[in-house]
C-alpha cells in the first residue's frame, strides 16, 4: 500500500525558512523520481520541485534560487527547504513520485505552509 506522509509545515514570517519532509512507503522509493507540489487557496495544485533517483533537481521558476529538494534513501524521505519565503508560498505542499505532470493515483494528506507577518 502506497502512503505518502508529509510533515513540517507551520506558519512563519515573510524571509522566513522552514524545512519540510516526506516520508514514503509502499513504492521503491530508491527508483523514484520524487517531487513535491503545492496548493495555494482557490488555485490548482502546481509542481515545485522535483530530485530524480540518482539525485538531481529541478525547480519550477517560482522557487528557483529560494528552495532545495534533497532526498534520503536510507529513510525513503525527501526534503524540500524552503528559505527567503514570501506570502505567496502560502500553500498546502504536498509530495509525490514518478513523472512530474500527469494524473496521480495517490496522495498524501499534505502540510500547511502559511506566510503572513
Known amino acids: 500500500q502506497v502512503r505518502l506522509v508529509e510533515s513540517g509545515g507551520d506558519l512563519v514570517q515573510p524571509g522566513g525558512s522552514l524545512r519540510l519532509s516526506c516520508a514514503a512507503s509502499g513504492i521503491i522509493f530508491r527508483f523514484a523520481a520524487m517531487s513535491w507540489y503545492r496548493q495555494a487557496p482557490g488555485k490548482q495544485r502546481e509542481w515545485a520541485a522535483q530530485?530524480?533517483?540518482?539525485?538531481?533537481?529541478t525547480y519550477a521558476d517560482s522557487v528557483k534560487g529560494r528552495f532545495t529538494i534533497s532526498r534520503d534513501n536510507a529513510r525513503d524521505t525527501v526534503y524540500l527547504q524552503m528559505n527567503s519565503l514570501k506570502p505567496e508560498d502560502t500553500a498546502v505542499y504536498y509530495c509525490?513520485?514518478?513523472?512530474?505532470?500527469?494524473?496521480?493515483?495517490?496522495w498524501g494528506q499534505g502540510t500547511q505552509v502559511t506566510v503572513s507577518s
Open positions: 530530485v530524480t533517483s540518482d539525485g538531481y533537481p
Open positions: 509525490n513520485f514518478g513523472p512530474r505532470s500527469g494524473p496521480k493515483a495517490y
